[in-house]
Structures are given as structure tokens and as C-alpha cells.
């Protein structure tokens, strides 16, 4: 099974699927009222341990990178630090907890393994958000009274996409072997 992780330091998404694609899990993890990097940690540790039953099944565990460059309008270098700190210290919990090293996928090759289409200009997390709706049967999004999706719908569908090309990344690795 494929665990696949949306790491950012105020929610994680979560999803884990099977070989066959099934989703087992779309789930994310709320680490807005926690504060410091170790309070959160202590959270997803937590987590991990709450859903101990995964341990025993999952075989590859795939965590999206984070942002390695600057652009404008974006994250500043101090947010950017404390994201890559963020990432490794879940990276480790998930080593702890499952015994496996991570693998890393950037966000655009997961999306391009799943051959989501994002045009120059479009907002990329509405696109994966629609394409799952459109595509993946279990995949549901709670709504606002105002229409926007609920916090944490959008990590859980970036972190389906990094399961799901983590499963599509086995299978070619096995039909060239």
C-alpha cells in the first residue's frame, strides 16, 4: 500500500491506497491551534499512533516536496526554513512509525503522473480538488455555508495525488522489471 503525505506546518493531508487504487484513507491532520514545530510534531505522532493498523500494510511511504525556490508572491525564506524543518521532522516520524524511508515527488510530476491538466494562471489546488471529484468515486468535499471547501479538503487531495502517483510510479517500476 501506498501512503501518500501533503506535509505543511498547519494541515497535513493523509491518503493511503491500495495496489489495485482503492483509497483505504483520505484523512488530514489540523495543526492550526498548535503553535510550535514540537506541539505539531507531537500531533502527527499521535496520529501515526492512532492508526497504528496502517503500519503493518503500507509499504512505500510518499511525502510531496516542498518549495525549493523563490517566486514572487510567494513564501518568504523564513517560511520556506521552517516548512523544510517541518518536513523533516515528519519525515522522521514516518520512518519511526513505519519503518520505511520516505520518498519525496514534487507536486507538479504528481500531478502530471495523474495526468492533471493546470493551465498557466489556474488555481492548482481547485483543479486537483475537481479532478478527483470527477474521477475518483470515494473522493467527497465538505463545503462552507459560503461554497469554499472546508480546511483541509484541499490537502487531502493533494495527498491522494502523491499516493496515487506513488501507485503509478510501482506499476511502471514493475512492468520494466
Not at 7 to 13: A, E, K, L, W
Amino acid at each position: 500500500m501506498f501512503l501518500g503525505l501533503d506535509v505543511s506546518t498547519s494541515i497535513i493531508g493523509v491518503s493511503l491506497i491500495n495496489k489495485t487504487g482503492d483509497v483505504l484513507l483520505c484523512d488530514h491532520i489540523d495543526l492550526r491551534k498548535h503553535k510550535n514545530l514540537f506541539d505539531k510534531a507531537e500531533v502527527v505522532r499521535e496520529y501515526f499512533g492512532l492508526h497504528r493498523y496502517t503500519q503493518a500494510a503500507v509499504e512505500e511511504v510518499w511525502i510531496e516536496q516542498p518549495f525549493t525556490f523563490f517566486n514572487s508572491g510567494g513564501s518568504s525564506a523564513k517560511t520556506m526554513a521552517l516548512l523544510q524543518s517541518f518536513n523533516g521532522i515528519v519525515s522522521w516520524l514516518v520512518y519511526q512509525a513505519y519503518g520505511y524511508y520516505p520518498e519525496y515527488i514534487g507536486a507538479r510530476s504528481a500531478r502530471k503522473i495523474n495526468e492533471v491538466n493546470i493551465k498557466r494562471g489556474e488555481n492548482s489546488k481547485q483543479k486537483v480538488l475537481e479532478f478527483l471529484l470527477d474521477t475518483e468515486s470515494s473522493f467527497s468535499v465538505e463545503y462552507t455555508r459560503h461554497g469554499n471547501p472546508k480546511p483541509g479538503y484541499y490537502d487531502r487531495a493533494d495527498s491522494l495525488i502523491i499516493a496515487k502517483a506513488a501507485r503509478e510510479l510501482w506499476k511502471q517500476k514493475n512492468l520494466e522489471s
